[in-house]
């Protein structure tokens, strides 16, 4: 679950939370998230100082045989990453030992 300064809890209403995961923050302090479920990743807005809510609008499937790690490094391209959270750093990892 994303945790900002320690307080924020992180909301899903098209997202079933037990499969969300935080993935990281992009370079414009935007939080990515992962939804195993549904294999897609999206952005995260905060609809107030402690609270961060998925935009399903945003959502980017991932294409059939392309992993997480792949979509972290594709996103952190278009994006930039300020931090990854312990997946993201994992999964990018991943992507890193497959080279």
Not at 21 to 41: H, I, K, N, Q
Not at 49 to 55: P, S
Request: net charge negative.
């Amino acid at each position: 679950m994303y945790i900002r300064d320690g307080s924020a809890r992180a909301t899903f209403d098209e997202y079933s939370e037990g499969d969300v995961e935080y993935v990281g923050s992009t370079t414009e302090g935007t939080p990515m998230f992962f939804d195993t479920a549904s294999r897609s990743v999206f952005k995260g807005e905060y609809d107030d100082k402690e609270t961060v809510v998925g935009r399903p609008e945003t959502e980017r499937e991932l294409e059939d045989r392309a992993s997480i790690g792949e979509a972290i490094e594709t996103l952190g391209d278009e994006f930039g990453w300020e931090s990854l959270s312990t997946f993201g750093r994992e999964h990018a990892r991943d992507v890193e030992n497959d080279e």
